[in-house]
């Protein structure tokens, strides 16, 4: 049982910097649609969705070779100085790409705002990786909270005060990564493990082969999750997009629940070296995937009345949109959860197939749905796109057999996808109805629970036995 103890309190920690940022860059989302019209909103969500894509790509995702052999017990020093040669080299590359980039027709009004927060974003995603590999998780925490209410005092002064539309917005997030980037690297003291000499070229060597299949990974990862956006600009207009973009904010209160134990996950699982036929596997992803079932389920029955309150009148029907996506962050975040069984034995190549199939399904269906049924085509494209990418990291680690409780892990599934149909479809959705849904994944994951209980009770008194023995 120690090693749940040890799951569940570096879930705590990182949990109680992050849940308190990412819940912040959540609340902001009403005041966004506030002081920014649909067609701003867009504009803004597409730059920095950009600048998200080309991270890991100008990188050569060389911030995830540095969790991985940081916790492989690799010279610290080693390893973080020759990452920031990649990074010191695609810096350089960058700036003398200027004249290209600077006429990509979605960024060359906001060019240097962008290239200065892509900067920032390659070495404040190598500072972050560094420090949690380290296990200094209260920096990581505290810092990335700090960083949440500094993004919030800026987006009041330059949206709300000084009205500097997408220009403010961008600004906003610069200084508050630029303040997150600047607390890792004194905080952690990172400086001291920075060293020209300390570069190893067969250690780095090492370490792109392990990340270089992760740059088209985070790339399909990244096209299941935001590709739609750039086909619904196209097909329908930048206001679509903005619309779209609020509609997957809400979905995001999933997402921050998987990007925090996804991090302390990956710790316990690669720190250990954890298979994926090891009980202890099958046990999280149990919890996990029952605490997922109902936090979907809660935000179902309050997403109507939710954005009906808190956004403006110009958002009122994103919630239509929702449902779908809701069930394609839960299918992602169990497509994460198997991840790391890759991330352990280093198969990122195999990796890299699940997700490019994920994506064909997802842009494919896409361009057909989007022009035929809108923004709601987008949602069924992401969401089906997630589908095969599960489906098949399951079937890839033969994770179908460890699967515990199937029988209510299937039938809270249906029951989910069949209430995301009916939010989605019926114009004025009955809460009497709703309430069976709930009812149904209720019962479900009672079930699970009192198992889990009574196998918790035996797990203990197991191992008092060993003790006394």
């Given at each position: 049982?120690n090693r ?6 570096n ?10 940022s990412?819940?912040?860059?959540f609340?902001?989302v009403?005041?966004?649609t ?12 597409i730059?920095m969705?950009?600048v ?10 060389i ?9 492989e ?7 973080f100085?020759?990452?920031?040669a990649?990074l010191l080299?695609a ?11 600077k ?6 009004h906001?060019y ?7 900067l920032v974003?390659?070495w404040?995603i190598?500072?972050?990786q560094?420090v949690r590999?380290?296990?200094?998780l ?11 209410l500094?993004?919030l ?7 709300k005060?000084?009205d500097?539309?997408?220009t ?35 250690l780095?060597?090492k ?10 990974n985070?790339?399909?990862w ?19 997009n903005?619309l ?12 921050m629940i998987n990007t ?5 996950w990956s710790?316990?699982a ?6 994926q036929?090891d009980?202890f596997f ?14 979907t ?6 997403v109507?009345p939710?954005?009906?309150t808190?956004?403006?009148a ?8 929702v ?7 839960l299918?992602?975040?169990?497509s ?15 990796l890299l197939?699940?997700?490019l199939k ?5 842009v494919?269906?896409a361009v057909?749905l ?12 992401t969401l089906l796109?997630?589908?095969v ?9 033969k994770f179908?057999r460890?699967?515990e409780?199937?029988?209510?892990f299937w ?5 989910l ?6 939010l989605?479809?019926i ?9 069976v ?7 479900c994951q009672?079930i ?11 797990s203990r ?5 060993k003790?006394?023995w």
């Amino acid at each position: 049982m120690n090693r749940y103890k040890k799951l569940g309190w570096n879930t705590f920690i990182i949990g109680l910097g992050s849940m308190g940022s990412k819940f912040m860059i959540f609340l902001l989302v009403p005041f966004y649609t506030f002081y920014l019209s649909p067609s701003e909103y867009g504009q803004a969500d597409i730059i920095m969705m950009t600048v998200s894509i080309l991270v890991p790509i100008v990188t050569l995702s060389i911030a995830d070779g540095v969790f991985r052999y940081t916790m492989e017990r690799a010279s610290k020093k080693q390893v973080f100085s020759s990452a920031c040669a990649i990074l010191l080299i695609a810096g350089l590359i960058l700036i003398l790409l200027t004249p290209l980039l600077k006429n990509i027709p979605m960024i060359q009004h906001y060019y240097w705002l962008f290239l200065v927060l892509l900067l920032v974003q390659l070495w404040n995603i190598l500072f972050q990786q560094q420090v949690r590999a380290n296990g200094k998780l209260i920096l990581y925490s505290v810092s990335g909270l700090l960083m949440s209410l500094i993004l919030l005092g800026a987006n009041i002064l330059f949206l709300k005060y000084m009205d500097m539309g997408v220009t403010g917005f961008l600004y906003a997030n610069l200084l508050a990564f630029t303040f997150n980037t600047l607390c890792l690297f004194f905080g952690a003291k990172l400086y001291r493990l920075f060293s020209f000499r300390s570069i190893n070229r067969p250690l780095l060597k090492k370490m792109l082969i392990y990340s270089l299949p992760l740059i088209p990974n985070a790339i399909l990862w990244w096209v299941m999750q935001v590709s739609d956006r750039y086909i619904l600009t196209f097909a329908i207009g930048i206001a679509a997009n903005g619309l779209y973009t609020v509609a997957a904010k809400i979905p995001s209160l999933l997402s921050m629940i998987n990007t925090i134990f996804f991090q302390a996950w990956s710790i316990s699982a690669i720190g250990e070296k954890l298979k994926q036929n090891d009980s202890f596997f099958a046990g999280v992803f149990t919890l996990f995937s029952s605490l997922f079932f109902i936090a979907t389920e809660g935000i179902m029955l309050i997403v109507q009345p939710f954005a009906g309150t808190l956004f403006s009148a110009a958002y009122q029907d994103v919630w239509k949109y929702v449902p779908f996506l809701l069930i394609a962050v839960l299918l992602s975040s169990f497509s994460s959860f198997l991840e790391v069984s890759y991330m352990v034995e280093k198969k990122t190549k195999q990796l890299l197939f699940t997700s490019l199939k994920g994506s064909i399904v997802n842009v494919g269906l896409a361009v057909l749905l989007i022009p035929i049924i809108g923004i709601l085509g987008a949602s069924i494209a992401t969401l089906l796109g997630f589908l095969v990418t599960w489906l098949l990291r399951m079937k890839q680690v033969k994770f179908f057999r460890q699967l515990e409780h199937k029988t209510t892990f299937w039938i809270s599934m249906g029951l989910l996808l069949a209430q995301s149909i009916y939010l989605s479809f019926i114009a004025t959705p009955n809460i009497a109805v709703q309430v069976v849904f709930a009812l149904g994944i209720i019962v479900c994951q009672g079930i699970v629970g009192k198992k889990l209980v009574k196998f918790v009770r035996v797990s203990r008194k197991s191992s008092e036995e060993k003790k006394a023995w």
